[in-house]
């Protein structure tokens, strides 16, 4: 079976973490695509302007295929790695974690900022709620009217969630299936005949 859930946030929470006159600020939010990280980065460098250093990491996509780490001046490898880290300790995805430092004055060398960066992501996870929710596959359906019931009652039978709906003398329907269901609810709209069933995207 295909593993067919994955773990995400749900709100923006804040982390701190000080060290001999350093703040680090870390901010969590939920993100779906790339432009969601831009956008929230954008904002973020606005409201934390005079900010040394917005440093941060990122995983997108319930299979986690895209993700990126930015140290943001920092010497490689002390801030967007150990941000990431903490992300990758609790198994999430479309998460963006923003670290903002405001410098204090003294610096902290690598094992210093490795564990500011990491301690703050930390504590925004901790401040948060993750939940777990499952991959679904979108269907559209393209059939005749008088088949109806039989599209309505396979649709309650399995639980699918409706999306959209237009009907007339030929209808159409999409609807949203959890991967590991799709296979054998696929089967039985296949049986029909005259009904045709068509793969859009999975969530």
Known sequence: MFEDTYKT?????????KDRGSKFIAIASHVEKEEDVKNKLAELRKEYHDARHHCYAYQLGFDKSAYRVNDDGEPSGTAGKPIYGQILSKDLTNILIVVVRYFGGTK?????????????????????????????????????????????????????????????????????????????????????????????RTV
């Open 108 to 200: 902290l060398g690598v094992s210093g900022l490795i564990n500011a960066y990491r301690s703050a992501a930390r504590d925004s996870l901790d401040n948060n709620v993750i939940i777990t929710k499952t991959v679904n596959e979108i269907y559209e359906l393209s059939f005749d009217y008088p088949l109806m019931n039989d599209v309505m009652r396979i649709l309650k039978d399995e639980k699918l969630e409706q999306l959209a709906q237009k009907f007339e003398l030929s209808c159409s329907l999409t609807f949203s299936v959890r991967k590991n269901d799709s296979m054998r609810v696929q089967e039985k709209f296949k049986k029909m005949h005259g009904l045709e069933i068509k793969y859009l």
């Open 9 to 17: 946030i749900t709100q923006v929470t804040k982390g701190l973490f």
